[in-house]
C-alpha cells in the first residue's frame, strides 16, 4: 500500500507475529513447507510454500525452514524478518479498544490514549474470543488456549477432548503417550482434508489418533452433544451426553480432565455500536461484500482469516496461502477506489492459437487461482475497446456482480475441483476431452459472460497440473507426458490446447489464424 502512494500504519496489540507465538499450543503448523519442487518459477513455487508472504523483496519462508511442517517459532522468526520491511510504520504493543467513526473519518482509540485517524480501516484481528456453546458447567472446562501442554500433567488421566478440528486432534495425539484414555467428542461427523480438500477439515499430520481409536487402545471418537459438565467430590468431572446416532441414547462419563478445542470467533466489542459490524457463520465472522468490506459501513475492510466469511469452509481464505492473495486484491480494491493506482491488468493476444498458449501457462504456473479454487479467477474482456484486458485474481464474486464489465463480454478463468465420489483414492475419470462435466481433480474451468453467464467448459485435470509442453517446463520437472483421450494416447498438452482452442472457437472469442496457414 505504501508503494502505491497510501498512509499507512499498522497498530499490533503485542509483537510481530503474535497469533504464531502462542499457536498452535504444540507448535507444529500444518501448513506445508514444501521445498524441493523442482520449480524455477516463483509464483509456481507458492503452490507448495503455503507460509510465505507476498512481497517483492525475496522474504521467503523456505529460507528459513526445509520443515515440510515447519515450526510455529520458526514462522515467528520469518514473520519478524517480513515486519522489518514495513519500518516504523508498524506499532507494536498498541491494543486498539475503541473505533468510531464520524462522517466517514475512523478513530481508532488504542489503550495508552492514543489515537489514530483514517478515512479506510482494515481490521486484521483474526478469531479471538473463545467459542463458548453455552452448556451448563462449560467454566470447569480448560480451554485450547491457556491450558497446560506439560504431557506429564496428563499422565494416567482420563481426557476428554471437545471438537473434531485440528486443534482437537493436535492436543489428543499429543497426549497419547501419557493419558489412560482419550476421547474425542462432538456433534459433528469427522470430515478429512483429504475428502472435501478444505484444509480446515483434519488434515492427515494430525490423525494418528484414528489408529488408537480404531485399534482399542484405550481411546475414541464420540459423536454426541455434551448436555452438561459436573464436578464432583473427588475433582474428577462427569460428563452428561447425548449420542447423535442413536436418538433418544444419552451416555454418562467421568474424566480428570476436559479440554475445549472449539474453535474462536470475531471480536467486535471494540466497534462504536453504530458502526458494530453483523456477524455471520454462528456469530463467527463479520459480514463483508466481495470486495471484502463492512456490508454497512463504508471503508471498513476485513483482511487475514476472517476473510473467510465470503468461503466459510470451502476454499482457504481462512490460512495464509489463501488469504495472502484475498489481500494482495484488497489492496488493489483501495488503491483504485482512492486514486493512488488503478486495478492492475495487462493485454493479451485475441489471436486463438496465441491466446490458447497463454491460458495454457496461466493455468499451469499460477498460485492463487490453484489455491483458491473457485474463489478467484482471471477475467478477460472479449469485446469493445478493451478487448484482451485482464485482469489478475479477483474474487468470482466480484466479477459476478461487474454488470458494466460483463456486458462486453467477459472469459472469466478459475481452476476447480470435481466430484470424487465415494472414494478419493479410488477415483473414476471421464479419459475425455469433453469437457461436459468437472474432473475430479482440480483442473481449468473456462466460464463465458455475455451480460448472464452463457456457457462453461472444463479441460481435462492433469496429474502434475501442468498442462505445458515438455520443452515449455524446467527440465527435470513433471512426470505425465501422455495421458488416453477418448481412446487415444496423446500428449496431454496438444490435447489441452486443442480442447482451449475449440472451447475459444466454439463461442467465437478470438480471431482465427491469419490466411498464412491457408495460403501455405
Known amino acids: 500500500m505504501a508503494r502505491m502512494g497510501m498512509d499507512v500504519r499498522l497498530l499490533e496489540r503485542g509483537q510481530v507475529g503474535q497469533f504464531f507465538r502462542q499457536f ?27 507460509n510465505s508472504l507476498l512481497n517483492d523483496d525475496g522474504v521467503l519462508f523456505p529460507d528459513h525452514s526445509k520443515k515440510y511442517f515447519p515450526n510455529a517459532d520458526v514462522y515467528v522468526e520469518y514473520l519478524e524478518q517480513f ?13 486498539v ?39 451448563e458447567g462449560w467454566d470447569l472446562v480448560d480451554q485450547y488456549y491457556d491450558f497446560d501442554t506439560d504431557g506429564a500433567v496428563y499422565d494416567d488421566k482420563r481426557v476428554l477432548v471437545v471438537g473434531k478440528g485440528n486443534s482437537a486432534f493436535e492436543t489428543a495425539d499429543a497426549l497419547i503417550e501419557h493419558a489412560q484414555a482419550i476421547h474425542v467428542m462432538s456433534p459433528n461427523p469427522l470430515k478429512f482434508a ?28 464420540i459423536d454426541a452433544s455434551i448436555r452438561k459438565v459436573e464436578r464432583n467430590n473427588d475433582g474428577t468431572l462427569t460428563v452428561t451426553a447425548g449420542m447423535e446416532a ?4 444419552d451416555i454418562v462419563l467421568t474424566y480428570d480432565k476436559i479440554i475445549a478445542c472449539t474453535g474462536f470467533r470475531f471480536d467486535a466489542s471494540i466497534f462504536d455500536e453504530d458502526i458494530r459490524p453483523t456477524l455471520r457463520h454462528m456469530d463467527k465472522f463479520p459480514a463483508m461484500t466481495a470486495q471484502w468490506e463492512s456490508e454497512e459501513i463504508p471503508g471498513l475492510f476485513f483482511a487475514g482469516t476472517i476473510m473467510q466469511c465470503r468461503d466459510f469452509k470451502k476454499t482457504m481464505s481462512g490460512f495464509v496461502h489463501g488469504f495472502r492473495h484475498n489481500v494482495e486484491c484488497l489492496v488493489d480494491f483501495i488503491a483504485d477506489r482512492l486514486g493512488t493506482a488503478p486495478m492492475p491488468s495487462d493485454t493479451v493476444p485475441m489471436q486463438r492459437e496465441a491466446l490458447a498458449d497463454v491460458l495454457i501457462d496461466r493455468f499451469s504456473t499460477n498460485a492463487e487461482l490453484f489455491l483458491q479454487p473457485a474463489f478467484m479467477a482471471d477475467a478477460i474482456i472479449l469485446s469493445g475497446p478493451d478487448a484482451g484486458k485482464r485482469l489478475r485474481g479477483v474474487p468470482m464474486a466480484w466479477l459476478r456482480e461487474q454488470a458494466d464489465l460483463r456486458k462486453h463480454g467477459v472469459m472469466a478463468l478459475s481452476m476447480e475441483f470435481g466430484n470424487f465420489g465415494d472414494s478419493p483414492m479410488h477415483v473414476k475419470r471421464q479419459n475425455t476431452l469433453q469437457g461436459d462435466h468437472a474432473d475430479p481433480f482440480i483442473h481449468p474451468v473456462l466460464r463465458i459472460f455475455r451480460g448472464d453467464e452463457v456457457a462453461m467448459a472444463h479441460l481435462p485435470d492433469h496429474l502434475d497440473s501442468d498442462w505445458r509442453s515438455a520443452a515449455a517446463k524446467d527440465a527435470g520437472a ?25 472451447v475459444l472457437t466454439q463461442h467465437d472469442i478470438g480471431q482465427p489464424a491469419r490466411a498464412t496457414t491457408a495460403a501455405r
Not at 29 to 34: G, V
Not at 83 to 95: F, S, W
Not at 105 to 115: K, N, R
Open 246 to 249: 442413536a436418538e433418544g441414547h
Open 83 to 95: 515486519g522489518g520491511l514495513l519500518g516504523d510504520r508498524i506499532v507494536e504493543n498498541c491494543e
Open 24 to 50: 498452535p499450543r504444540h507448535r507444529t503448523l500444518i501448513s506445508i513447507n514444501k521445498v524441493h519442487t523442482g520449480l524455477s518459477n516463483p509464483e509456481t513455487k507458492l503452490r507448495y510454500d503455503w
Open 97 to 135: 479498544t475503541r473505533v468510531s467513526s464520524d462522517d466517514g473519518l475512523f478513530t481508532l482509540t488504542c489503550a495508552d490514549g492514543s489515537t489514530h485517524r483514517a478515512r479506510s480501516v482494515i481490521v486484521a484481528t483474526g478469531v479471538s474470543r473463545p467459542w463458548n456453546p453455552e452448556i
Open 194 to 221: 483429504w475428502n472435501t480438500h478444505f484444509v480446515g477439515h483434519l488434515r492427515a499430520v494430525n490423525n494418528n489418533f484414528l489408529d488408537t481409536y480404531q485399534l482399542k487402545s484405550q481411546n475414541a471418537v
Open 478 to 502: 513433471g512426470t505425465v507426458q501422455e495421458m488416453t483421450y477418448d481412446g487415444k494416447l496423446q500428449s496431454c498438452a496438444h490435447a489441452a490446447r486443442q480442447k482451449l482452442i475449440e
